[in-house]
């Protein structure tokens, strides 16, 4: 298709969105998604069209499921075009995109709302505006919520937003390390697990997330927990945060020291684990043998066990 034809067609298509009638809606927003999913060229002329994005946002809050899809995904394949990013990310937009996680009865909505807010955030300039919008407290609240099958998405946005410090802190203050351990522990959420113990080692990179997490209640056991179960993924996150609490804290050393299984699972996290995991326990033992223990603690046992 000519590209006179290709802009004919989308200035077509978004003023027949504009119509009163939902079919014409759906037919334009369908032709929109569909040229928008693999051209990067498609992508621009379509931002560039006057009235496009408003028009786009407008339709996000339609009382049509079908339609607020198709424009939340029109939007996403917009933002995959790394020089709309930062145009993408208004004030207006991230306000919007909030009220759908916030108040949107849709879980498809909210999953399309949350991978557009992940998309626009992965260009560093765009993550300040989302914490000054307040997007780190929403979804910090949003992935709260018990048994949310938007979970994935909503914790991969939050891991996008803490990498800037200023956004790892509003996550911090509005208690994200708690829903975090709770999302860990939970038996519930045990496909979480993964993700949320990749978000709490981005918070514990910097001061106010390792003193929240060293002041978690028996932080150490459910890291030590973790390494029990199936998923490596989340063995290498949670040997990941008990290296950082090694370092941090003489004591957190002393309470992995005193738990008899913790010498056990790290010997077969060494011979069976991911590349990552196996140096992760091998740090985490000379960790453990380099510290002054109580004499009380068997250390040559740890070593025979090892």
Not at 248 to 268: M, Q
Request: proline share 3%; charged share 20%.
């Amino acid at each position: 298709m000519s590209a006179p034809r290709v802009r004919e067609t989308i200035n077509n298509c978004v003023s027949r969105s504009q119509s009163d009638s939902y079919e014409d809606q759906q037919k334009a927003l369908q032709t929109l998604a569909s040229i928008t999913r693999v051209s990067p060229q498609y992508r621009s002329l379509l931002a560039q069209t006057d009235g496009a994005i408003s028009t786009l946002l407008g339709l996000s809050k339609s009382s049509s499921p079908i339609i607020r899809t198709l424009s939340l995904s029109i939007l996403l394949n917009l933002s995959l075009n790394p020089d709309l990013k930062q145009s993408l990310a208004s004030m207006e937009t991230i306000y919007r995109l909030n009220w759908i996680i916030q108040s949107s009865s849709s879980q498809e909505t909210v999953k399309l709302a949350s991978s557009l807010i992940c998309s626009l955030a992965m260009l560093d300039k765009n993550k300040a505006r989302f914490g000054v919008a307040g997007t780190v407290q929403v979804l910090v609240k949003a992935v709260s919520a018990p048994s949310n099958p938007a979970g994935h998405h909503l914790l991969s946005s939050l891991a996008e937003l803490v990498q800037f410090h200023g956004n790892s802190t509003l996550a911090v203050r509005a208690g994200a390390v708690s829903e975090l351990i709770h999302l860990i522990g939970s038996t519930e959420a045990e496909d979480l697990a993964g993700t949320s113990l990749a978000v709490l080692n981005l918070l514990a990179r910097f001061d106010e997330g390792m003193i929240a997490l060293t002041k978690t209640d028996q932080i150490v056991s459910l890291m030590v927990d973790v390494l029990k179960g199936r998923s490596m993924f989340s063995k290498e996150g949670a040997a990941d945060i008990l290296l950082r609490l090694f370092e941090e804290s003489e004591g957190c050393v002393r309470d992995a020291s005193r738990l008899p299984e913790f010498s056990t699972l790290l010997a077969d996290l060494s011979i069976r684990g991911s590349t990552k995991a196996r140096e992760r326990a091998s740090q985490l033992m000379k960790k453990i043998m380099d510290a002054n223990l109580d004499p009380y603690i068997d250390a040559s046992s740890m070593i025979y066990q090892w």
